[in-house]
């Protein structure tokens, strides 16, 4: 068990669609990543919050959105949804936000887009 | 050319045998490495974390990192059937706009059968 919590685990919806996923960090990580795993692409990296603020962005569709709140936890929205968004989405937290900081990852997200 | 290439396997090994699995990449400015294992559709969990080049052993894992010729290996000894799962490699930077967030490979696909 990473300490990195993730709800829902499952998520079945239509397209056109809203959904929000949760992330919880480990306790004390400041840090919170955001990365979409697909069959075809692999492990891609989305986003990155610290400490409430936006700190890096990947590949994330104008559709998708995040936010860290007070509390650390966080959130993916994920809108107008489309059956290529299908896919697993994984948080992951870091103590810090440098790249020697080890990277923790939560259980995943399996959204299923039908 | 993806920054991080890494040969999907699959790999298939007897019960003992050394597994040896490697990525290469093309970023020069990559000097965290990391392995993850990835149990079928669950969170990677980080195996190795290195720094830069040179050797680190961890019970039957050694993570070797040549930044001369940007290869990164993960050698493992007395393979067992639980190790049974999809390997990753990752990298970070340590300077730039994108300091923190991690590069992966496809990921190889180990079975160790008994």
Redesign the interface.
Known sequence: D?G?TQTPKHLITATGQRVTLRCSPRSGDL?V?W?QQSLDQ????LI?Y?NGEE??K?NILERFSAQQFPDLHSELNLSSLELGDSA?Y?C?S?AE????????????T?LTVT | QKEVEQDPGPLSVPEGAIVSLNCTYSNSAF??F?W?RQYS??????LM?T?SSGNKEDGRFTAQVDKSSKYISLFIRDSQPSDSATY?C?M????G???????????TQLTVWP
């Open positions: 990473s990195v840090s990543y990365y692999g492990l891609q990296f990155q610290y700190r890096a990947g697993l994984f992951a870091s936000t440098g790249g020697q900081d080890e990277q923790y990852f939560g259980p995943g399996r | 000097q965290y990391m993850y559709r669950k969170g990677p969990e980080l974390y720094y990753l990752a970070s930077a340590n300077r706009s994108t300091l923190g967030r991690l590069y992966f490979g496809r990921g």
